[in-house]
C-alpha cells in the first residue's frame, strides 16, 4: 500500500475519532429460552457519516495491518470466514461474527487506556486496534483463543493523537469478556452482565451500579408522611431516579436495568427483535452534544446504526439511521470458502423509505 494513501488514512482515523464529537456505543445481552445467546449494541458518531459497510470475508482472504508510520504491519488471512459491520474504512470493522459464532466488537473509550508505543522492529506482530475486530473473527472460535491470541501481537493505535477503544468478545457458550489495554498490557474482564458502553473503565461501570441499589421494576408503594399520604403518579416509578442522560455511566445504568428487566423470550429470533426494541431508547438525536450557536452536520441520527447477533443461529442483523427495516445476513447460507470478498453499503439510498397505505 502507498504511503500517501496511508496519509489519507490517517486523515480519515483523526476525523473520525475527534475527542469533541460524539462516538458512543451501547452493548446488551439476551438468552432466549431455546438457548439461544444474542448480544446487541448501537454506534454513535455525530461528526460525520461513517460511511458504513458489510463486509464478508472469506476464509484465507490476504489483509495487512496498518502502523502508525506508514509501513505495513501484521498481515494476516481468516481460518474462520466472518460478516462485519465496518466504519469509514471496509479494513475497520466495529462489530461482526466468524462462522464458528464467535462475536467481536470494538467500542469507543476515550481518556482512558493505554496502547504499547509502537516498535517498527515488532511490526510484524504489530495489529492496529481498529483492525482487531477483523483479525480476531478470523482466527479464534472460542474466549480462551482470543486471549491467547492477544498475548500474541502487540496493539496500537495508527493515529497517536486519536482516542482509545476497548472491546466485546462473546461466544456460543454465553461466555462473554471486555478487553481493555491499560499502561501497554491487555486485561480481561469477565463480563457476566453483559453490558458495555465507553468510558470510564468496566470496573469503575460495575462499582457504579451499586449508587442505583434503590431501582426497581414496577411501582413503588404509598407512603405516609405525618398526615399526607404519598402515592406514584403512575406506573413505572420504581425505577424514579434512573439517569436519563447520554453519558456512558448513565447509558451504562440504564442499558443494566432495561436488560435485567426484559422478559425472556422463547426464541432466537423474538430475542434480536426485544434487543432493538430495548435499543430504541438509545437512539441520540443528532444535535444534542452540540454547543449553542455550532451547527450539527446534516445526518438523521447521531446513532447511525444498531446491530444484533445471533451467535447461536449464526445470523447478524442490522437496522440504520436512513432505514429502520431490520436486515439481515444469515452466515449458514454462505460458503466461505467460495464466497468472494465483498463490501457493500448499508444502504441504497440515504433516505427512510416510506410505505403508502393505499385507500380505495
Given at each position: 500500500m502507498k504511503y500517501k494513501l496511508q496519509i489519507s488514512l490517517f486523515f480519515s482515523v483523526i476525523i473520525y475519532l475527534q475527542p469533541q464529537t460524539l462516538d458512543a456505543c451501547t452493548g446488551i445481552s439476551l438468552t432466549a429460552k431455546d438457548g439461544s445467546r444474542i448480544v446487541a449494541r448501537t454506534i454513535e458518531w455525530g461528526g460525520s457519516h461513517l460511511n458504513s459497510q458489510y463486509v464478508i470475508v472469506p476464509?484465507?482472504?490476504?489483509?495487512?495491518s496498518y502502523t502508525p508510520d506508514g509501513t505495513n504491519g501484521m498481515p494476516f488471512s481468516p481460518q474462520y470466514g466472518y460478516v462485519g459491520i465496518s466504519v469509514e474504512q471496509?479494513?475497520?470493522?466495529?462489530?461482526?461474527?466468524?462462522?464458528?459464532?464467535?462475536?467481536a466488537g470494538l467500542f469507543y473509550f476515550p481518556n482512558y487506556g493505554k496502547y504499547e508505543e509502537y516498535n517498527p522492529a515488532q511490526k510484524a506482530n504489530t495489529i492496529s486496534d481498529l483492525q482487531l475486530v477483523p483479525w480476531i473473527l478470523g482466527s479464534c472460535k472460542n474466549i480462551d483463543e482470543v486471549k491467547e491470541a492477544i498475548g500474541k501481537v502487540h496493539v496500537v493505535g495508527i493515529v497517536p493523537q486519536a482516542s482509545t477503544v476497548h472491546w466485546r468478545f462473546a461466544d456460543p457458550s454465553?461466555?462473554?469478556?471486555?478487553?481493555?489495554?491499560?499502561?501497554?498490557?491487555?486485561?480481561?474482564?469477565?463480563?457476566?452482565?453483559?453490558?458495555?458502553t465507553n468510558s470510564p473503565g468496566f470496573e469503575w461501570q460495575m462499582t457504579n451500579l451499586n449508587n442505583y441499589v434503590n431501582l426497581f421494576p414496577g411501582m413503588a408503594s404509598p407512603q405516609q408522611l405525618d398526615d399526607i399520604k404519598l402515592s406514584s403518579f403512575g406506573n413505572g416509578s420504581g425505577f424514579l431516579g434512573i439517569p436519563g442522560d447520554i453519558t456512558p455511566p448513565s447509558r451504562f445504568v440504564r442499558a443494566t436495568f432495561y436488560q435485567a428487566t426484559a422478559p425472556q423470550q422463547e426464541?432466537?429470533?423474538?430475542?434480536?427483535?426485544?434487543?432493538f426494541q430495548i435499543l430504541n431508547n438509545f437512539d441520540i438525536p443528532i444535535g444534542i452534544e452540540y454547543s449553542p450557536n455550532t451547527p450539527p452536520i446534516d445526518i438523521p441520527s447521531a446513532t447511525q446504526w444498531t446491530s444484533a447477533t445471533d451467535m447461536t443461529n449464526r445470523v447478524i442483523?442490522?437496522?440504520?439511521?436512513?432505514?429502520?427495516?431490520?436486515?439481515?445476513i444469515d452466515l449458514n447460507k454462505i460458503n466461505f470458502t467460495r464466497v468472494k470478498y465483498r463490501a457493500i453499503p448499508l444502504n441504497n439510498v440515504q433516505q427512510q423509505p416510506i410505505i403508502p397505505i393505499d385507500i380505495k
Open positions: 476464509r484465507g482472504f490476504e489483509q495487512q471496509k479494513e475497520f470493522v466495529a462489530e461482526g461474527l466468524n462462522e464458528t459464532g464467535l462475536s454465553g461466555r462473554q469478556v471486555v478487553l481493555e489495554i491499560i499502561n501497554g498490557k491487555p486485561v480481561f474482564y469477565e463480563n457476566k452482565l453483559g453490558v458495555l426464541t432466537g429470533l423474538k430475542t434480536v427483535l426485544q434487543c442483523y442490522y437496522r440504520t439511521m436512513h432505514d429502520s427495516a431490520i436486515r439481515s
